[in-house]
């Protein structure tokens, strides 16, 4: 009777196990599941490519650095040379703000909000 009972308990407990897996293997199987794990590869992925775009333009960085002032070495430039004055005048100036051309309709401002 004991050996009865203790298979019986062996089979049911295997049948539990199985049938356990074969859902989990289905679950993952699932169009939801799939994307789902699809999307997390991508992501990572991407991290990983951040990651190294990153490092290496760190390295790009550094290198510039020092080959800079390698070629300010041999070229004996040790300062940073003067900036440019800044403008005093605009590039563009919209003739309608002088009172000489407010009545000239030829002129056109280039104000691209006026009408709006």
């Not at 989990?24 to 992925?45: D, G, I, V």
């Not at 080959?67 to 070495?73: G, K, T, V, W």
């Not at 041999?74 to 563009?92: D, K, Q, S, V």
């Amino acid at each position: 009777m004991f050996r009865r009972t203790f298979w019986f308990t062996t089979g049911v407990a295997a049948g539990v196990w199985a049938t356990t897996k074969v859902n989990r293997k289905l679950k993952q199987l699932t169009p939801e599941s799939l994307a789902a794990t699809a999307a997390n590869k991508a992501l990572e992925t991407g991290q990983r490519l951040k990651d190294r775009a990153v490092g290496f333009a760190l390295d790009v960085r550094d290198n510039m650095a020092q080959r800079e002032a390698e070629l300010e070495e041999a070229l004996g430039i040790h300062e940073n040379p003067a900036l440019a004055a800044p403008r005093r005048y605009p590039a563009i100036e919209n003739n309608r703000s002088r009172p000489q051309y407010a009545d000239d309709p030829t002129t056109y401002s280039y104000n691209r909000n006026e009408d709006h």
